[in-house]
């Protein structure tokens, strides 16, 4: 599926441009792009690629998921949503059961109104200490040390895996801003839902993980209730390839996403408004759907040996006849019902039936 780029401008009618990877329509004055991609494994090749996981009460991952078929992701009115809708696959087995993913992500926020953004991590905004964003901006501290103008923010930016870090220290080669969040959309709602037959193995997933949830809830409701604020971003949005996300996505360097989230159903199981503990993370890079692998044309090769055939095989495999009875004209008789037979009386390579 093509990458495509539709920027929509409510009132009139402007122009309209198009590539073989983009097309874009302009009307009025007010502006309400629409981008659509994809969701792609953010570590292919590794045991610990996924799109969508089941993590334990540590975060660590247990169960990965993949994407069948395109992880579409679309963004509307100037990003300010973000819409999921996926089918996933569990990674050891490509044969499903599959999961649905359906959710819209909405009220952008940018870093100014994140807590993690802040003294005491950093006295200086464009500088911030990002080992210490990444070991105590936690969800830990975030429920339980917070105090006065503390509580006026929100719960974001997140670091994992020192990738912030990473970031900053590679700012001249790859045009890191300052901070690396100066960019990222921040998602302050979610409207989701998880489905399909290989919910029930998500469900039992989180049931093993979890016990003192209730192993006979058959739903999951995203939540997002004292995690780290849904993050996007990527510094080439015409050409995410091109682009950087500076560890928005949680992983690497790429364009990309994170969020972490609980099922709704769980929440009070989990400790209500005071829970420490998500049962999943969301973590991707963004860019162009992968383009379909090309159907194999098989070569010409002889279906029947010589010694089956009248005199040479119809290499179009077209026209064939299942009795000799029946041959005429231009009709090829089908000597073994495989649908390429010989004919008779055409031209061909003698003795290898047509191949």
């Given at each position: ?149 503390e509580l006026d923010y ?22 890191t801003p300052k901070p ?11 409207d989701g839902q998880l ?161």
């Amino acid at each position: 599926m093509a990458f495509k780029l539709v920027a929509l401008l409510a009132l009139t009618l402007g122009a309209a441009f198009a590539n073989e990877e983009f097309a874009m329509s302009l009307k009025g004055e007010r502006e309400l792009q629409q981008f659509e991609a994809c969701a792609l494994p953010h570590t292919p090749g590794s045991v610990r690629n996924f799109i969508i996981v089941n993590v334990n009460a540590k975060s660590d991952g247990k169960l990965r998921w993949l994407p069948r078929g395109d992880a579409i992701v679309t963004f509307s009115n100037n990003r300010n949503t973000m819409s999921l809708d996926w089918e996933v696959y569990p990674q050891d087995s490509p044969e499903g059961p599959y999961m649905t993913v359906k959710a819209t992500f909405s009220a952008k926020t940018d870093y100014e109104d994140c807590w993690c953004a802040q003294p005491p991590f950093t006295n200086d905004p464009e500088n911030p200490n990002y080992g210490k964003v990444q070991n105590s901006c936690t969800q830990k501290n975030w429920v339980q040390n917070r105090e006065g103008e503390e509580l006026d923010y929100l719960f974001c930016p997140k670091c994992e895996g020192n990738v912030c870090s990473e970031a900053n220290s590679k700012r001249d080669s790859i045009g890191t801003p300052k901070p690396i969040w100066l960019n990222w959309d921040f998602y302050t709602a979610v409207d989701g839902q998880l489905g399909g037959p290989g919910l029930a193995l998500f469900r039992e997933t989180v049931y093993d993980l979890f016990p003192e949830t209730n192993p006979d809830t058959t739903t999951c409701t995203m939540d997002l209730t004292n995690v780290p604020l849904p993050q996007f971003g990527c510094s080439d949005m015409e050409n995410p390839p091109d682009g950087y996300g500076y560890g928005a996505n949680a992983k690497n360097l790429e364009c990309g996403f994170a969020t972490w989230f609980n099922c709704k159903e769980d929440l009070e199981a989990l400790g209500g408004d005071e829970t420490i503990v998500h049962v999943a993370d969301i973590n991707f890079n963004f860019g162009p759907c992968p383009t379909p692998e090309p159907t194999p044309v098989p070569s010409e090769i002889c279906i029947v040996t010589p010694d089956e055939c009248a005199e040479y095989q119809n290499p179009d495999g077209d026209n064939f006849c299942s009795t000799e009875e029946n041959c005429g004209g231009d009709f090829i008789f089908d000597t073994n019902n495989r649908g390429r037979g010989c004919s008779r009386g055409s031209t061909g390579n003698d003795g290898s039936c047509g191949c």
